[in-house]
């Protein structure tokens, strides 16, 4: 298996997300070994079924480059120790059948899960709900490492920009480790 795609999905659509500057970490770790895109979903409608068939543009978008993917990283921060509304809307719109004869295209899928944030618990309180969610839609989660950044204005510059510290070698860990796994649960 060679030349496999990585799409990251970020729980944060802020232009300055630390989550989103922590998955572009990511795909430098992954580069030469795996290629790498960030998934951009702000244009996905709040779900609803009277506008579900046919789905909408930009649905049809993300499942498109979805099914492409051999595996999908999570990258999602905290909010009241949840994971944000934006991304559990996104994983919805997923979550459903493509048409009668098409499944949901997240099944056997493998997942990574990372996350920085600002308080204590750097995003895992967030995570334990995603990975229940990502496994009930039968995805193929990486429990271990998952990675947890607590703290974030301890890996931040002056101008509050992402500068990994301790959370750098962690991150490499979880890329390599990732793309082992992948390649163990590669769907047929
Ligand atoms: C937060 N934040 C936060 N942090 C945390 O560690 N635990 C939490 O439960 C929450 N809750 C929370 C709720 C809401 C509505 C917001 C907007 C923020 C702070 C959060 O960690 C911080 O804003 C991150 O920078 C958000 O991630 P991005 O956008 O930088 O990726």
């Known amino acids: 298996m060679q030349n496999f795609k990585i799409v990251a999905i970020t729980g944060s659509l802020r232009q300055d997300s630390l989550n989103r500057q922590l998955a572009i970490e990511a795909g430098k770790a992954l580069k030469g070994q795996a290629d790498f895109e960030l998934l951009d979903y ?51 719109w997923l979550s459903r059948p493509v048409s009668d004869t098409e499944p949901q295209v997240l099944d056997g899928k493998p997942a990574a899960i990372s996350g920085i944030s600002l308080g204590m618990s750097g995003a895992g309180l967030a995570q334990d709900h995603l ?58």
């Open 131 to 188: 990975v229940t969610l990502l496994s009930f839609l039968n995805m193929k989660v990486m429990n271990k490492p998952r990675l947890t950044i607590p703290n974030a204005m301890q890996q931040t510059d002056a101008s509050g920009r992402l500068a990994l510290s301790t959370g750098a070698p962690l991150l490499e860990k979880q890329a390599q480790d990732f793309l082992q796994f992948v390649k163990q649960n590669a769907q047929a």
């Open 42 to 92: 702000s244009d996905v409608p709040l779900f609803n079924q009277d506008i579900e068939y046919p789905a909408p543009q930009a649905v049809k978008r993300i499942r498109a480059l979805v099914k492409t993917a051999a595996g999908l990283w999570f990258f999602s921060p905290e909010y009241n120790h949840y994971f944000p509304g934006v991304l559990k809307n996104l994983i919805d």
